[in-house]
C-alpha cells in the first residue's frame, strides 16, 4: 500500500514540476482582454448618475396618448420629496409612482421598473388607461428577498409602500 503512494506522489510531483510544452517560434504572446463590468440591465430610462459617478436606479413612467383633461387626473410622484407634479404624455424619470383621481390607492413603481401608461378612454372613464411594466430581473430578485414590492401596481400609502405625499384631490 505505501508502495502505490509513493508512486502516486512520485507522479503528482513529476507532472507538476515538468517543463512546459514547448510552443511553435512563430507563436506571439496573447494580450490579456481587459474584463469588462458586468452590469444588470436596467429597465429603459432608469438610470440616473450621482456626482461621485455612481449609476443609482430609478423608475420611470411614460404616458401616451392622453388628452390634457385626462392628464389633470394624474399626479407624479417624485422619488424624493413630496412634491407632487402634474403629468405629461412623455416619459418622467427619478418617480416613485403616480397618484390617479379615480383611486385612493397609488400606483407605485419599484425602482427597477419603468412602466407605459397608455390611454383606454372610455365614455364613462376618459382617463382610464393600461399599463405595461419592463422590471430588472435582478431588482425583482433583491426587492422579494427584501419583502418590498417587486412589481408596478396599486399599492396603500402606508407601510412599506408609504410615500410622503398625500392623495391629492
Not at 34 to 53: E, L, Y
Not at 90 to 119: N, Q
Not at 140 to 160: A, S, V
Request: charged content about 15%; overall charge negative; hydrophobic content about 30%.
Amino acid at each position: 500500500m505505501s508502495r502505490n503512494l509513493s508512486i502516486i506522489a512520485t507522479a503528482i510531483l513529476t507532472a507538476s514540476c515538468s517543463t512546459p510544452e514547448q510552443t511553435p517560434a512563430d507563436s506571439q504572446p496573447v494580450a490579456t482582454p481587459t474584463p469588462k463590468p458586468i452590469a444588470t440591465t436596467p429597465a429603459p430610462g432608469n438610470q440616473q448618475q450621482t456626482a461621485d459617478n455612481k449609476t443609482l436606479y430609478t423608475a420611470s413612467v411614460t404616458f401616451r396618448g392622453f388628452t390634457p383633461e385626462a392628464l389633470a387626473d394624474f399626479r407624479i410622484v417624485p422619488e424624493n420629496g413630496t412634491t407632487l407634479s402634474m403629468a405629461s404624455n412623455g416619459t418622467h424619470a427619478s418617480i416613485d409612482g403616480f397618484w390617479w383621481r379615480h383611486s385612493r390607492l397609488w400606483f407605485k413603481i419599484p425602482d427597477h421598473c419603468s412602466v407605459v401608461v397608455t390611454a383606454a378612454p372610455t365614455p364613462e372613464q376618459p382617463s382610464a388607461f393600461t399599463t405595461t411594466h419592463d422590471c430588472d430581473a435582478l431588482g425583482t430578485q433583491i426587492q422579494k428577498l427584501r419583502g418590498l414590492p417587486h412589481k408596478p401596481g396599486f399599492y396603500i400609502d402606508e407601510g412599506n409602500t408609504g410615500h410622503g405625499t398625500d392623495y391629492p384631490w
